[in-house]
């Protein structure tokens, strides 16, 4: 499948210059419709029931569990459906049990939603261990090392910054957490369905995984990796309904994994949504993704940092999807909204969720960035028309 073919099947592109992947994926058509076949033909709860609908919808969901899984190259036993990257997170920081003492090493530009989970563990006399990335938002692998210790129980860092397109070594990283026996957790919310990603490469105990934005899949929907040993360490957050086999007054068995995790009634037509925008992204080819994403981000980092009264952040070596940027003596809101009124584009501006990221590169002043994002979907007339349009705004009231 060319960009133009997915073009064709995303409906809102006719509406819109959509430069805000990073933020959610549109739909495209056969999502949508799995979806709508689901919601007509089968609309059945999963797990609890012996007729014969119910079992389809349990049927639909094993095997939008099992194409996550051979995504990723895991085993659907280590795949759990969430709401969100967010939500995956907070299942790793809140049910592993961290001691007083213990150690947490974080990067100082992460999104809020692989910070804050972490940060919160101070209240357990947990140390948290902010390291930081280089002016350009890359961390030294070298620098995370030094601080871990054999206090440290957990290494995390971002794949790919939200705020800067920063692709972070997270093999190299990888290979620290496993010589220094730490646990290992990789935020992937902007790199999934952009790129390979194979979990076993990656040496990580967990990955965070958003649905809704690289694969293209429905809002409200994510998924956590979590190696089966880590898993066991783990305790559930949400229980109830689904999540243990025995139950007495004095207390309960706990399901298997991932169903333990996996409290109440899920996002059913979600994720067989998941499923099929899976198989639409194998469809294309994560290589011919991957590249596409990569000339297409040069040609905006280029074009943008070309222009006068405009600053780009990060190095265009070592970006992925994502440009950030600002006019000089403009609120990054105000550049947003002229690009939406004038050229009818949508980006997204502010602190992108991620305060100290943008503290650190210098734009929280400013109230941060302007920040164009990029899927398989855009093409060249995008990004003229943005580079474009963004010269008109600066010429006219850059300084
Ligand atoms: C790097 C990163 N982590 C986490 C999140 C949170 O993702 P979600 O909205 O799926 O919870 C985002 C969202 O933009 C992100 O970019």
């Known amino acids: 499948m060319e960009s133009a073919d997915v073009r064709a099947d995303i409906p809102i592109l006719e509406e819109v210059i959509y430069l805000d992947a990073a933020s959610t994926g549109p739909t495209p058509r056969p999502v949508v419709e799995a979806m709508c076949d689901y919601f007509y033909n089968y609309n059945t709860n999963t797990g609890r029931g012996a007729y014969s609908l119910a079992i389809k919808t349990t049927q639909k969901m094993q095997e939008a569990r099992q194409k996550v899984a051979n995504f990723v190259n895991a085993s659907p036993e280590e795949i759990i459906f969430t709401k969100n990257t967010t939500e995956a997170i907070n299942i790793v920081a809140s049910g592993l049990s961290f001691q007083k003492g213990d150690s947490v090493v974080v990067p100082n530009i992460e999104h809020h939603s692989n910070f804050l989970p972490w940060l919160n563990l101070k209240n357990k006399g947990v140390n948290v261990k902010v390291v930081k990335a280089d002016a350009n938002g890359i961390l030294d692998p070298g620098v995370l ?11 995390t860092i971002t794949h790919i910054s939200n705020a800067l397109g920063s692709v972070q070594d997270i093999y190299e990283i990888g290979k620290i957490a496993e010589d220094h026996n730490s646990m290992y957790l990789i935020d992937a919310a902007q790199s999934i369905g952009h790129m390979e990603i194979d979990v076993q490469k990656t040496k990580a105990h967990f990955i965070a995984f958003p649905g809704h934005k690289g694969t293209l899949g429905p809002v409200g929907t994510g ?20 999540t ?8 309960y068995e706990l399901e298997d994994i991932p169903a333990r995790f996996e409290g109440g009634t899920a996002n059913i037509a979600g994720f067989i949504g998941l499923g099929a925008s899976i198989d639409y992204i194998n469809r294309i080819g994560l290589d011919k993704i991957e590249k596409h994403g990569v000339k297409l981000t040069s040609e905006l980092y280029q074009g943008l ?5 405009v600053t780009c952040y990060g190095d265009p070596q070592n970006i992925y999807g994502i440009v950030s940027f600002n006019i000089n003596n403009m609120h990054p809101h105000d550049v947003a909204k002229i690009l939406d009124e004038v050229g009818n584009i949508g980006v997204r501006s502010g602190h992108h969720c991620a305060i100290p990221a943008l503290k650190h590169i210098g734009a929280y002043q400013q109230g941060g960035t302007v920040r164009a994002s990029l899927h398989y979907y855009n093409n060249l007339e995008d990004i003229q028309a943005l580079v474009q349009t963004v010269q008109e705004i600066a010429t006219t009231f850059g300084a």
């Open 145 to 155: 090392e030094d601080a871990v210790d054999e206090t440290t129980k957990l290494i």
């Open 223 to 242: 998924f956590l990796y979590a190696n089966l040993e880590e898993a066991q360490q783990l305790e559930p957050v949400n229980l109830g309904g689904g």
């Open 244 to 251: 243990v086999v025995d139950v007495s007054e004095e207390g």
């Open 305 to 309: 940092s070309s222009l006068e009264n």
